[in-house]
């Protein structure tokens, strides 16, 4: 027993040393958060989708901060978008594409001040739509309410894919397009090209006893400035038909950002219109 007790304290004697000696350490940079910003890319150029304009490399200022081996991937959307810190004043941005990542697909300088920022590439050729997230989220209560945000930004072009669109009004809608459940339309926010509106508060229906927070299978749809509801053609041989965007998930206190992007088209093949969404928290 005694020589059973002595190999097992010898053991634990060597396990500590080894721990000891084999300390395992991160790096970290410490960020003067009064000369940085945060900011992340979203890429929504007005084209149909295609592989070839994909961004696959990623540079701040000449500096590699992200890339991917295939299509977008998940530093872009349509998946999601990640900070990236930079610093404060003007930065410049290049996107690559192809799979030797060293076509230049994108190049462009915006300016940022202190905080985090979302830029929202709409044209290969112009400056990114840039805007400031909420430093502040709007209040609700966490008992009686059942409230989420949306921060609307218009993005959408004409067929053309040049000139903007004008006006648009997010509305959510309900009811199920029955006589019986007729749909309603509930007003969002509105805004211009390259516009975006305040947080606004929509209010989730609350289903069952016990809720988990969040309601599902939401739809939303856009009117243009003459009250006009948003029109597409749903197939290649389909007539055009009243434009929705179906399947979205809100949670009860979160906040987003709802962009829609793309270009209204004059046949099927010719369109392509996006309505996406940032978790802001």
């Known amino acids: 027993m005694k020589t059973i007790t002595a190999i097992i304290s010898v053991s634990i004697v060597f396990l500590l040393t080894s721990c000891e000696m084999n300390v395992i350490s991160f790096g970290t940079t410490d960020i003067d958060l009064t000369k940085s910003a945060e900011v ?14 994909n961004i696959t490399r990623l540079k701040y200022n000449g500096n ?15 998946s999601t978008a990640k900070y990236h ?7 410049k941005v290049d996107a690559y594409t192809g799979t030797t990542k060293d076509v230049i697909q994108y190049s462009n300088t915006f300016t940022l001040g202190s905080g985090k920022y979302t830029a929202f590439i709409h044209s ?12 502040v989220f ?18 959408l072009y004409k067929a053309d894919g040049i000139t903007p669109y004008g006006t648009l009004f997010l509305k959510g809608r309900r009811g199920a397009g029955t006589t019986a459940s007729p749909y309603t339309y509930l007003n969002i926010a509105s805004c211009g090209f390259k516009e975006s509106s305040a947080l606004i508060p929509y209010k989730l229906i609350k289903s ?3 809720w988990s927070g969040t309601e599902t299978g939401m739809v939303f749809v856009v009117f243009d400035a003459t009250g006009t509801l948003l029109k597409y053609y749903p197939s290649s ?3 055009l038909a009243d434009w929705s965007a179906t399947g979205f998930s809100l949670g009860k206190g979160k906040n987003y ?20 969404t940032i978790a802001l928290n």
């Open 40 to 53: 992340r890319l979203v890429y929504d150029i007005p084209v149909v989708a295609s592989t070839t304009l």
């Open 64 to 78: 590699l901060v992200s890339e991917v081996s295939t299509s977008i991937g998940s530093i872009f959307p349509n």
């Open 85 to 91: 810190v930079v610093p404060q004043g003007t930065v």
């Open 124 to 135: 290969l050729t112009e400056v990114p739509y840039v805007i400031k997230d909420a430093d």
């Open 138 to 155: 709007p209040s609700s209560d966490a008992w009686a309410d059942t409230l989420s945000n949306i921060q609307f930004v218009n993005l």
């Open 208 to 210: 069952g006893t016990i």
């Open 237 to 239: 041989t389909g007539a």
């Open 257 to 276: 950002i709802f962009h829609i992007n793309g270009k209204i088209g004059a046949k099927y093949a010719d369109q392509a219109i996006r309505l996406s």
